[in-house]
């Protein structure tokens, strides 16, 4: 019940193009859902989270949308970059004081 | 203004020995996570530290300890090394114990052989 599924595991998008990751979870005491990016050699970083009362949160070309009853979220990125290639973990968290809980990751390639 | 900072950048240990990774957190952050990373998967989670303790704790056994000093870096502590523990450990810092705006280190690669 503590787990986050994420989907694709890998992800190959031309450039200009929409790239969609799914995630899913079971544990309706999550409240706090990132996304985090990750080059290689580098940590984590946080790209854009969102909360369960909200059903879409936007930033740049980044989007987030929440469907609560379904207890699924994705991310967008739209106009898709050869920059964004990275990996991406969707995540979430329950109560203030509860640890971070990340999903196994989506390797995203932009190809030009 | 410097991020997290964690060292060594990489390692190279035996089965059976013992290893001390450090961090220093981001200025100004008080709190600092430990995550596992293998290859290929998500981070994760080892335990926070808090106030110089142990505040949360994650599904690791306790080989696994760390300790936080009054100047907020902390250092994790491998004992009895095995290789599943070759991995990516990551360090995040934040300010105070509620881990939503955490930033992370660029990780210590150990490979145990």
């Known amino acids: 019940q503590q787990q986050v599924k994420q989907s694709p595991q890998s992800l190959i998008v031309q450039k200009g193009g929409i790239s969609i990751i799914n995630c899913a979870y079971e544990?309706?005491?999550?409240?706090?859902f990132p996304w985090y990016q990750q080059f290689p050699g580098k940590g984590p970083a946080l790209l854009i989270a969102?909360?369960?009362?909200?059903s879409e949160k936007k930033e740049g070309r980044f989007t987030i949308s929440f469907n609560k009853s379904a207890k699924q979220f994705s991310l967008h990125i739209m106009d898709s970059q050869p920059g964004d290639s990275a990996t991406y973990f969707c995540?979430?968290?329950?109560?203030?004081?509860?640890?971070?809980?990340f999903g196994p990751g989506t390797s995203l390639s932009v190809i030009p | 203004d410097a991020g997290v900072t964690q060292s060594p950048t990489h390692l190279i240990k035996t089965r059976g020995q013992q290893v001390t990774l450090r961090c220093s957190p981001k200025?100004?952050?008080?709190?600092v996570s430990w995550y596992q990373q293998a290859l290929g998967q998500g981070p994760q989670f080892i335990f926070q530290?808090?106030?110089?303790?142990?505040?949360q704790r994650g599904n690791f056994p306790d080989r696994f300890s760390g300790h936080q000093f009054p100047n907020y870096s902390s250092e994790l502590n491998v004992n009895a090394l095995l290789l599943g523990d070759s991995a990516l450990y990551l360090c995040?810092?934040?300010?105070?114990?509620?881990?939503?705006?955490?930033?992370f280190g660029p990780g210590t690669r150990l490979l145990v052989l």
């Open positions: 200025s100004g952050h008080d709190t």
């Open positions: 995040a810092s934040s300010l105070g114990a509620i881990q939503e705006t955490q930033y």
């Open positions: 544990n309706t005491a999550f409240d706090y």
């Open positions: 530290y808090y106030e110089e303790e142990e505040r």
């Open positions: 995540a979430a968290k329950g109560t203030s004081y509860d640890k971070v809980i």
């Open positions: 969102i909360r369960p009362d909200v």
